[in-house]
């Protein structure tokens, strides 16, 4: 796929591939788990992160997931971006979404949805129980380009898998349903690493159509940041000129829709679901890491890890 990552200003309609503007982020976060599964200890297991962002080609990810170069690269640069608290930030993320799926299923649930999949591996990767479905939504050149890559590397998907191309700016329920979803079965749903580069008014719609599409006992998790714009203005700067020094031109501000967005925990209770929020510091010290008091996490690195379960219906009073 080669090089790209130069142009990451949003517009209705835009696309992308894995080297450019959104997708350049799911490859980022690709190498952040090659790297946190490497060593004699690795954090974490994901054995296809690293021959995916190969594939993609970027340099500056290919160097940063090979350890070869650090964002934290001179004195004054921020402790909180070198190799272990990026691999340890990343292991806190894929553990928690990991721990959804497998903690569904082992609930019964058999139907899961992966919604911005990007480079996730978690359909080859996990245990899955017999009769699973995983569905992976995503943007039909980021589906062909991972299906398809993996497919050339003798890489099986572990479970019954149907990726499905198209934007979530589009009627992907109905994409979904075509694929074979069933929307009278409990579904696990994960968006993961997404709300961000939604507009306002389209996570909103996001949300809505989950719960349109969820029968009683569907789980769902993601993850946002507070604030988001105001906390790019204080810092996203320092860390997109980081980027550009490593031959990215690269704008985190530029993919960010503007506008206030209504509180994830709240909307998705105000819809019905039992919302749980644990915050990135609670994150870190439930899987035994130190936790990071660096000046990046003013910009994005706060994340709130939100589970959420849809309860079954008040039996009827007699």
């Given at each position: 796929?080669?090089?790209?990552?130069?142009?990451?200003?949003?517009?209705?309609?835009?696309?992308?591939?894995?080297?450019?503007?959104?997708?350049?982020?799911?490859?980022?976060?690709?190498?952040?788990?090659?790297?946190?599964?490497?060593?004699?200890?690795?954090?974490?297991?994901?054995?296809?992160?690293?021959?995916?962002?190969?594939?993609?080609?970027?340099?500056a990810f290919i160097r940063m997931m090979d350890g070869e170069i650090e964002l934290a690269e001179d004195d004054a640069a921020d402790p909180a971006l070198t190799a272990r608290r990026l691999s340890e930030g990343m292991a806190v993320r894929t553990r928690f979404f990991d721990a959804h799926f497998l903690d569904a299923a082992?609930?019964?649930?058999?139907?899961?949805?992966?919604?911005?999949?990007?480079?996730?591996?978690?359909?080859?990767?996990?245990?899955?129980?017999?009769?699973?479905?995983?569905?992976?939504?995503?943007?039909?050149?980021?589906?062909?380009?991972?299906?398809?890559?993996?497919?050339?590397?003798?890489?099986?998907?572990?479970?019954?898998?149907?990726?499905?191309?198209?934007?979530?700016?589009?009627?992907?329920?109905?994409?979904?349903?075509?694929?074979?979803?069933?929307?009278?079965?409990?579904?696990?749903?994960?968006?993961?690493?997404?709300?961000?580069?939604?507009?306002?008014?389209?996570?909103?719609?996001?949300?809505?159509?989950?719960?349109?599409?969820?029968?009683?006992?569907?789980?769902?998790?993601?993850?946002?940041?507070?604030?988001?714009?105001?906390?790019?203005?204080?810092?996203?700067?320092?860390?997109?000129?980081?980027?550009?020094?490593?031959?990215?031109?690269?704008?985190?501000?530029?993919?960010?829709?503007?506008?206030?967005?209504?509180?994830?925990?709240?909307?998705?209770?105000?819809?019905?679901?039992?919302?749980?929020a644990r915050s990135t510091q609670e994150m870190y010290a439930h899987n035994g890491f130190e936790f990071p008091e660096e000046r990046s996490l003013v910009a994005f690195g706060d994340i709130r890890y939100v589970s959420a379960v849809l309860p079954q219906p008040a039996d009827p009073v007699r």
């Open positions: 796929m080669g090089q790209g990552a130069n142009d990451t200003r949003r517009s209705d309609g835009d696309t992308w591939d894995l080297a450019s503007s959104v997708g350049a982020t799911a490859t980022a976060v690709a190498a952040r788990r090659a790297l946190a599964s490497k060593g004699p200890d690795p954090l974490i297991d994901d054995p296809f992160a690293e021959p995916l962002v190969r594939a993609v080609g970027v340099e082992r609930a019964g649930v058999r139907q899961s949805v992966i919604l911005a999949s990007g480079l996730d591996t978690r359909a080859y990767r996990l245990a899955w129980p017999d009769t699973s479905v995983v569905y992976e939504v995503d943007q039909p050149r980021v589906i062909e380009f991972k299906t398809g890559t993996l497919a050339a590397l003798g890489a099986v998907p572990a479970v019954e898998h149907r990726p499905v191309g198209v934007d979530l700016r589009d009627d992907w329920p109905a994409a979904l349903r075509d694929n074979g979803f069933d929307p009278g079965q409990p579904t696990a749903w994960s968006a993961e690493g997404l709300l961000s580069y939604l507009p306002p008014d389209a996570q909103d719609r996001l949300f809505d159509s989950i719960t349109a599409l969820s029968a009683p006992g569907s789980r769902l998790a993601t993850g946002y940041v507070p604030n988001i714009r105001d906390r790019l203005e204080k810092r996203g700067r320092d860390i997109s000129e980081r980027w550009q020094r490593l031959g990215l031109n690269f704008n985190w501000s530029d993919l960010v829709y503007p506008g206030e967005r209504n509180d994830v925990v709240t909307y998705l209770s105000d819809h019905g679901w039992q919302v749980t």
